[in-house]
């Protein structure tokens, strides 16, 4: 067991690491932060997405020993210092992009770093950049409406009332 | 103009909050101080004779707290069947033994062998590695006519053979379905395979077993559809634990459709070692392990005919069907290939005869049971599929062939020959919609038009009924259930007027916590603000039997409309005491008690208040408080149907089909949620799509899973999958529940398949392969060119 520090959403975290502990269940077990979510083994679904030193990654790729001393925002820093939701999140409620929750967490972190990197895909590119982050529920109908509403683009179709 | 609260309001989900922020709280959240981890050592071979486990090794190392095998259950009971079937012969199926770990033989790659209990989940999977298994390869069987035939390797070596059963329905018309077939003008045959798929909810399973020593009392937190149904099951038929001691907690899930019903080993086990250790027992599903324990889905293999008459007329239909089972019976399985199948099979038509015989199979395969649709997708696929061809072969329009036969709006409630009676529908209105949306008139010029880009574009409909709200417990009862399928509600109302709702179904993607909200709301004229809906944990919910089948609404809805109505009773006599009124006069608006012409009123907290604080009270004639509760057990099934149209571009070159646009015009009865309703049309129809051009779990002849990750088993991705267009302004309301509702949950899953084929094929018809007729699914590039390609 090895420490590691993180700085994980601004704060500064410290937890306990064996050689093989990655980085998605330092996170969850270690660090109590069970918004990240795992599911899958082989680094398909995309639901454990965070953003390490400003690159989205998926938590289960990585080791969590070998990223001491890395930046890292998960899911519970998204919200704005008011504790509302962010633009991206705000649009997912609004356009009904979640069902179960469980994949949303790492949709919304690849959703971020997509808009960060082009912030005004076309349906295509969302669709495109979103290949490695499944959901059961949805269809992606939705999914791909919020992103396009995230950012600033007319995402067609209805919208949610309060 | 659409409205912003209530029933028919697109409000927007209240749950979203917590999911959005990493605030939800799933089964694999919840960490118990104790805790000690489960890993379960599963068999890699089909099927095997276990010679020998030894455990001493792994029992002595690090962290190890106990190991357990099938020896350590002695005593108590297997994993329960819940649906017994007779035969067409009136006998009842025959129901191997399911030990929580497997017992002398293992029968499927993934059967658990041993559990390993340690300190971290890492130690166990360690100590797992150290267990030395004596297993002697036996020959599997893995297809299912392979199975059946005259010495077949057994699956189980005390049934007389490998069928489950032979079913035939309904067994009295079948001499007559055979005279019609024999004066019919037109017999269309079309044998195909609906596959085996994988649900895949992106939550893996999750159980943690809790035991309190000094009360006896044990609570199993679980990624379940219905804790009551798993309770039940567990409590008294596995462990005998009695309900009072057996807290079954299902909190948020991530997803269930369908394979999250079933009462799981996993589950059994988790509660017992608890007991055992006195300390918590925490398991968590790999996917990897997902994909060799979760109960899979469909896996019919079936010929289906249709005769018409000279005028192309639907005379008979008959079909013969095999439906894998797996090793062993999971908890509903057997009810999926005959009442939830058969039932099905005169689709939206007035087919005046038919006929289904279904053999269900054991193999040395994962258990199948239901997913998104069981039975119906099938039903819907078969018969779709067939129409089609038909069409094709008597040169008429597909959906002429189909209009012509179509059960007319005037003829409901119609009972069909195969059991159910109808209420409502308008099936030509949805037909008529899906044709206008999809703009079907301009479909001639689309195609030119990719023919001169060198695609083949292609247009397929399909029309489907449903079975949804599942059931008249009477009715299943006789149909060999061993559960009632009511549902419940239980609504608190609380001193200062707000409501806490504890409700029998269960939301796992749904959106309960919103709509449910809207219903209570709307009947009392409140805010939905006020009212919170609890649901997924038997210690504070009434007997209910969970959330499948598109039943929530229908079922649970109704229950829900029905304590809201005895509360709103009892309120209404407060009122009239308080208002010196009578109660014939009192009327309750926009959360006022109104004496009726009178400028009198009481708002709705002044009698909430008056319930708990009864000073000016009618105490002699009513106790105070204002909480009630309901139980709702359906007359009858309700049935969603629609028309779904599929516009797809084939490229000759590769056999890659490409989906350019998919229209759902669904009758859902009334709506309470638009927005959520059309969200469970699309998940809906990705799923179809995904049976229909990614999805297929394959195993080799040795049975081992091929497809056993999401790097082999084709999940749909964003890029795979188009927008949808979906409708749901044809309404017909259900005739038998409150609400008027009928279900919305399975229906893009059931649609969706035969009209992407139907699509296909209709390409590749105009593009001058005429000779391809069928195609199985999934309608990969590789099958698609070798049908095109094939001489």
Same mark, same amino acid.
């Given at each position: 067991?090895?420490?590691?520090?993180?700085?994980?959403?601004?704060?500064?975290?410290?937890?306990?690491?064996?050689?093989?502990?990655?980085?998605?269940?330092?996170?969850?077990?270690?660090?109590?932060?069970?918004?990240?979510?795992?599911?899958?083994?082989?680094?398909?679904?995309?639901?454990?997405?965070?953003?390490?030193?400003?690159?989205?990654?998926?938590?289960?790729?990585?080791?969590?020993?070998?990223?001491?001393?890395?930046?890292?925002?998960?899911?519970?820093?998204?919200?704005?210092?008011?504790?509302?939701?962010?633009?991206?999140?705000?649009?997912?409620?609004?356009?009904?992009?979640?069902?179960?929750?469980?994949?949303?967490?790492?949709?919304?972190?690849?959703?971020?770093?997509?808009?960060?990197?082009?912030?005004?895909?076309?349906?295509?590119?969302?669709?495109?950049?979103?290949?490695?982050?499944?959901?059961?529920?949805?269809?992606?109908?939705?999914?791909?409406?919020?992103?396009?509403?995230?950012?600033?683009? *007319?995402?067609?179709?209805?919208?949610?009332?309060? | 103009?659409?409205?912003?609260?209530?029933?028919?309001?697109?409000?927007?989900?209240?749950?979203?909050?917590?999911?959005?922020?990493?605030?939800?709280?799933?089964?694999?959240?919840?960490?118990?101080?104790?805790?000690?981890?489960?890993?379960?050592?599963?068999?890699?071979?089909?099927?095997?004779?276990?010679?020998?486990?030894?455990?001493?090794?792994?029992?002595?190392?690090?962290?190890?707290?106990?190991?357990?095998?099938?020896?350590?259950?002695?005593?108590?009971?297997?994993?329960?069947?819940?649906?017994?079937?007779?035969?067409?012969?009136?006998?009842?199926?025959?129901?191997?033994?399911?030990?929580?770990?497997?017992?002398?033989?293992?029968?499927?790659?993934?059967?658990?062998?041993?559990?390993?209990?340690?300190?971290?989940?890492?130690?166990?999977?360690?100590?797992?590695?150290?267990?030395?298994?004596?297993?002697?390869?036996?020959?599997?069987?893995?297809?299912?006519?392979?199975?059946?035939?005259?010495?077949?390797?057994?699956?189980?070596?005390?049934?007389?053979?490998?069928?489950?059963?032979?079913?035939?329905?309904?067994?009295?018309?079948?001499?007559?379905?055979?005279?019609?077939?024999?004066?019919?003008?037109?017999?269309?045959?079309?044998?195909?395979?609906?596959?085996?798929?994988?649900?895949?909810?992106?939550?893996?399973?999750?159980?943690?077993?809790?035991?309190?020593?000094?009360?006896?009392?044990?609570?199993?937190?679980?990624?379940?559809?219905?804790?009551?149904?798993?309770?039940?099951?567990?409590?008294?038929?596995?462990?005998?634990?009695?309900?009072?001691?057996?807290?079954?907690?299902?909190?948020?899930?991530?997803?269930?459709?369908?394979?999250?019903?079933?009462?799981?080993?996993?589950?059994?086990?988790?509660?017992?070692?608890?007991?055992?250790?006195?300390?918590?027992?925490?398991?968590?599903?790999?996917?990897?392990?997902?994909?060799?324990?979760?109960?899979?889905?469909?896996?019919?293999?079936?010929?289906?005919?249709?005769?018409?008459?000279?005028?192309?007329?639907?005379?008979?239909?008959?079909?013969?069907?095999?439906?894998?089972?797996?090793?062993?019976?999971?908890?509903?399985?057997?009810?999926?290939?005959?009442?939830?199948?058969?039932?099905?099979?005169?689709?939206?038509?007035?087919?005046?005869?038919?006929?289904?015989?279904?053999?269900?199979?054991?193999?040395?395969?994962?258990?199948?049971?239901?997913?998104?649709?069981?039975?119906?997708?099938?039903?819907?696929?078969?018969?779709?599929?067939?129409?089609?061809?038909?069409?094709?072969?008597?040169?008429?329009?597909?959906?002429?062939?189909?209009?012509?036969?179509?059960?007319?709006?005037?003829?409901?409630?119609?009972?069909?020959?195969?059991?159910?009676?109808?209420?409502?529908?308008?099936?030509?209105?949805?037909? *008529?919609?899906?044709?206008?949306?999809?703009?079907?008139?301009?479909?001639?010029?689309?195609?030119?038009?990719?023919?001169?880009?060198?695609?083949?574009?292609?247009?397929?409909?399909?029309?489907?009924?449903?079975?949804?709200?599942?059931?008249?417990?009477?009715?299943?009862?006789?149909?060999?259930?061993?559960?009632?399928?009511?549902?419940?509600?239980?609504?608190?109302?609380?001193?200062?007027?707000?409501?806490?709702?504890?409700?029998?179904?269960?939301?796992?993607?749904?959106?309960?916590?919103?709509?449910?909200?809207?219903?209570?709301?709307?009947?009392?004229?409140?805010?939905?603000?006020?009212?919170?809906?609890?649901?997924?944990?038997?210690?504070?919910?009434?007997?209910?039997?969970?959330?499948?089948?598109?039943?929530?609404?229908?079922?649970?809805?109704?229950?829900?409309?029905?304590?809201?109505?005895?509360?709103?009773?009892?309120?209404?006599?407060?009122?009239?005491?308080?208002?010196?009124?009578?109660?014939?006069?009192?009327?309750?608006?926009?959360?006022?008690?109104?004496?009726?012409?009178?400028?009198?009123?009481?708002?709705?907290?002044?009698?909430?208040?008056?319930?708990?604080?009864?000073?000016?009270?009618?105490?002699?004639?009513?106790?105070?408080?204002?909480?009630?509760?309901?139980?709702?057990?359906?007359?009858?099934?309700?049935?969603?149907?629609?028309?779904?149209?599929?516009?797809?571009?084939? *490229?000759?070159?590769?056999?890659?089909?490409?989906?350019?646009?998919?229209?759902?015009?669904?009758?859902?009865?009334?709506?309470?949620?638009?927005?959520?309703?059309?969200?469970?049309?699309?998940?809906?129809?990705?799923?179809?799509?995904?049976?229909?051009?990614?999805?297929?779990?394959?195993?080799?002849?040795?049975?081992?899973?091929?497809?056993?990750?999401?790097?082999?088993?084709?999940?749909?991705?964003?890029?795979?999958?188009?927008?949808?267009?979906?409708?749901?302004?044809?309404?017909?309301?259900?005739?038998?529940?409150?609400?008027?509702?009928?279900?919305?949950?399975?229906?893009?899953?059931?649609?969706?398949?035969?009209?992407?084929?139907?699509?296909?094929?209709?390409?590749?018809?105009?593009?001058?392969?005429?000779?391809?007729?069928?195609?199985?699914?999934?309608?990969?590039?590789?099958?698609?060119?070798?049908?095109?390609?094939?001489?």
């Amino acid at each position: 067991m090895t420490k590691v520090t993180l700085t994980v959403n601004g704060r500064s975290m410290s937890g306990q690491a064996e050689g093989r502990t990655l980085l998605s269940s330092f996170l969850r077990e270690e660090l109590g932060l069970t918004g990240t979510h795992v599911g899958c083994d082989t680094s398909q679904c995309g639901a454990c997405v965070v953003h390490m030193d400003g690159q989205a990654v998926k938590s289960c790729t990585v080791l969590a020993q070998d990223v001491d001393g890395a930046s890292v925002t998960t899911i519970e820093g998204m919200a704005n210092a008011d504790g509302s939701l962010g633009t991206i999140q705000q649009a997912f409620q609004d356009h009904h992009g979640l069902q179960c929750g469980f994949c949303t967490p790492g949709m919304v972190m690849a959703s971020a770093a997509l808009l960060a990197e082009n912030p005004k895909p076309t349906e295509a590119e969302v669709r495109h950049y979103l290949e490695g982050n499944i959901c059961r529920c949805t269809g992606y109908h939705n999914i791909v409406k919020a992103v396009m509403a995230a950012s600033g683009q *007319d995402a067609g179709g209805a919208v949610a009332a309060e | 103009m659409p409205k912003d609260g209530g029933i028919g309001a697109s409000t927007k989900r209240r749950e979203d909050v917590r999911f959005l922020t990493g605030n939800g709280r799933y089964t694999d959240d919840i960490n118990l101080r104790g805790q000690a981890h489960a890993y379960f050592l599963r068999s890699q071979v089909a099927h095997g004779k276990i010679n020998g486990i030894d455990t001493a090794a792994a029992e002595a190392m690090d962290g190890v707290i106990r190991v357990f095998t099938a020896k350590d259950f002695e005593g108590v009971g297997g994993m329960p069947c819940g649906w017994q079937i007779t035969d067409k012969h009136g006998q009842p199926m025959q129901e191997p033994k399911h030990p929580i770990l497997a017992e002398g033989k293992v029968r499927h790659v993934g059967d658990p062998v041993a559990v390993v209990i340690a300190e971290t989940l890492e130690q166990a999977r360690d100590a797992a590695e150290a267990i030395e298994l004596d297993i002697e390869d036996l020959p599997a069987v893995v297809d299912m006519k392979a199975a059946l035939a005259e010495g077949a390797p057994k699956v189980h070596d005390d049934l007389t053979s490998n069928l489950c059963y032979d079913w035939g329905f309904v067994e009295e018309n079948k001499a007559a379905v055979e005279d019609a077939f024999a004066k019919a003008a037109h017999v269309t045959t079309l044998e195909l395979v609906n596959q085996r798929l994988v649900a895949n909810p992106m939550e893996p399973r999750v159980a943690v077993g809790d035991y309190d020593p000094w009360n006896d009392n044990s609570t199993l937190y679980t990624t379940s559809q219905n804790p009551h149904v798993i309770r039940l099951l567990m409590g008294a038929f596995v462990l005998g634990i009695p309900e009072h001691k057996l807290r079954v907690v299902a909190p948020d899930v991530g997803g269930g459709f369908g394979t999250k019903i079933f009462h799981y080993a996993e589950e059994a086990f988790c509660t017992f070692a608890a007991r055992q250790l006195k300390r918590p027992v925490k398991w968590t599903s790999s996917r990897s392990e997902a994909f060799i324990s979760d109960a899979h889905g469909r896996d019919h293999v079936t010929k289906i005919q249709l005769a018409l008459d000279d005028a192309n007329n639907f005379t008979a239909i008959r079909t013969e069907t095999y439906a894998n089972m797996g090793a062993y019976l999971s908890t509903f399985a057997p009810s999926v290939p005959t009442w939830l199948h058969g039932t099905l099979m005169a689709g939206n038509y007035r087919t005046p005869l038919i006929y289904v015989n279904v053999k269900a199979v054991f193999t040395n395969t994962v258990p199948v049971d239901a997913y998104r649709g069981a039975g119906r997708p099938e039903a819907t696929f078969q018969l779709e599929r067939v129409i089609d061809k038909a069409a094709r072969e008597l040169g008429v329009d597909p959906v002429e062939l189909r209009r012509q036969n179509f059960i007319k709006a005037d003829q409901f409630p119609y009972a069909t020959p195969v059991a159910v009676e109808y209420d409502t529908g308008n099936y030509d209105a949805t037909m *008529d919609k899906m044709l206008e949306i999809s703009d079907y008139a301009g479909f001639a010029a689309r195609a030119e038009e990719s023919k001169k880009r060198g695609k083949l574009r292609g247009f397929g409909i399909a029309h489907y009924i449903e079975a949804c709200g599942i059931a008249p417990s009477n009715l299943v009862g006789q149909l060999g259930a061993r559960a009632g399928l009511y549902e419940s509600a239980t609504v608190r109302v609380n001193a200062t007027g707000s409501i806490s709702i504890y409700t029998g179904s269960h939301s796992h993607g749904q959106g309960h916590e919103t709509t449910f909200a809207q219903v209570v709301a709307e009947m009392i004229g409140i805010d939905a603000g006020q009212v919170e809906i609890n649901h997924g944990d038997t210690a504070n919910t009434p007997m209910g039997m969970g959330t499948y089948g598109s039943r929530s609404l229908a079922v649970g809805g109704s229950a829900l409309v029905k304590a809201t109505n005895k509360v709103i009773n009892k309120a209404k006599k407060i009122a009239a005491h308080l208002l010196e009124a009578s109660e014939a006069d009192i009327e309750l608006a926009d959360g006022k008690f109104t004496v009726a012409g009178t400028d009198k009123s009481v708002d709705w907290a002044g009698v909430t208040l008056a319930a708990y604080v009864p000073h000016n009270y009618p105490l002699e004639s009513m106790e105070p408080g204002l909480e009630e509760t309901a139980f709702y057990d359906p007359s009858n099934f309700t049935y969603p149907s629609g028309a779904y149209g599929c516009e797809v571009e084939v *490229d000759p070159e590769t056999g890659e089909v490409e989906i350019l646009a998919f229209t759902a015009a669904d009758d859902f009865g009334n709506v309470v949620n638009p927005m959520i309703v059309e969200g469970q049309v699309h998940g809906g129809i990705a799923q179809g799509i995904g049976q229909a051009l990614l999805e297929r779990c394959v195993y080799d002849e040795d049975g081992q899973l091929v497809s056993g990750s999401y790097m082999d088993y084709a999940m749909p991705r964003a890029d795979d999958l188009p927008n949808y267009t979906v409708d749901h302004s044809c309404v017909t309301p259900c005739t038998h529940n409150p609400l008027g509702v009928k279900g919305c949950g399975e229906a893009g899953a059931i649609g969706s398949p035969p009209a992407v084929i139907n699509a296909v094929i209709d390409a590749l018809q105009r593009g001058g392969h005429s000779h391809v007729t069928h195609i199985d699914m999934p309608a990969s590039p590789s099958r698609v060119w070798a049908a095109m390609n094939a001489q």
